[in-house]
């Protein structure tokens, strides 16, 4: 039978209450214990864990977030890639809070995430924007560009590279890059999870090019048009109308 608090905080969270629901997970805490809570998240339905945690407030702190599980947070944000509108901002938010908190491997959590069917699509999504510094840590293990110029030999291997990546030598190292955010999540897929990282890149090496190969369209007085789900090019932005 579940706990009483998950019941009550289902009810919270399908009415609407967010913050009333996690204080009632947190009141676990102070009567049962961390592992308790940790217990009861387990049995908390992916979709009501994804609503807390989606309500992260980096002004203070979060005793869910403190405590989620690295499979427990996979769950979740395979949950907001099916059914949520997409929104980079909030993904790289929740993502951040949970796996670059104090005392845990981010890691572990990376791991989790790749070995569910679309991990790699959601780590893409945390990196749609960050496509060319992916790129060039995928050439040359840092994000600033450097002045040596590539070998014949770099470009002979750009196919094997494809298949099987390794980090450059040189590059930079995580001391230098441990921002909790973009570019610390780089390196430690690149480091640690060399063939998931060729998969992001892959897919975002996709993305880009499918986004390039969009038509723009033009109106019969040959201006550029609005193709789907995009903006015109060349289009200078109108001022609204005052009336």
């Known amino acids: 039978m579940s706990h009483p608090a998950i019941r009550k905080a289902s009810a ?19 009567t049962e214990g961390d592992t308790a809570l940790v217990t009861v998240l387990d049995e908390l339905p992916p979709k009501d864990l994804l609503a807390i945690l989606r309500e992260y407030d980096s002004s203070k702190s979060s005793v869910i977030n403190l405590l989620v599980t690295p499979k427990q947070f996979a769950d979740a944000v395979i949950m907001e890639r099916l059914y949520a509108e997409r929104n980079r901002d909030r993904l790289r938010s929740m993502i951040n809070s949970v796996i670059f ?27 749609d924007e960050r496509f060319d510094e992916l790129t060039m840590f995928k050439d040359c293990g840092s994000f600033v560009a450097t002045e040596e110029e590539r070998t014949p030999k770099d470009e002979e291997d750009d196919a094997a590279r494809e298949d099987q990546f390794a980090v450059p030598k040189g590059g930079v190292g995580l001391d230098e890059v ?16 060399p063939d998931e990282f060729m998969h992001v890149f892959q897919i975002l090496s996709a993305r880009s090019l499918a986004a390039e190969a969009l038509p723009i369209a033009t109106d019969e007085s040959g201006t550029a048009a609005a193709t789907p789900g995009g903006k015109a090019q060349g289009d200078a932005p109108q001022e609204e109308s005052a009336l």
Request: charged share 30%.
């Open 12 to 30: 919270l969270i399908h009415a609407g209450d967010i913050s009333a629901a996690e204080s009632a997970l947190v009141d676990i805490v102070e």
């Open 101 to 127: 908190r104090d005392e845990v491997d981010p890691d572990d959590f990376i791991a989790a995430l790749s070995e569910k069917d679309l991990g790699l699509e959601v780590l893409a999504d945390y990196l």
């Open 178 to 193: 441990s921002d909790g955010d973009w570019m610390e999540l780089i390196w430690r897929l690149a480091h640690h999870f």
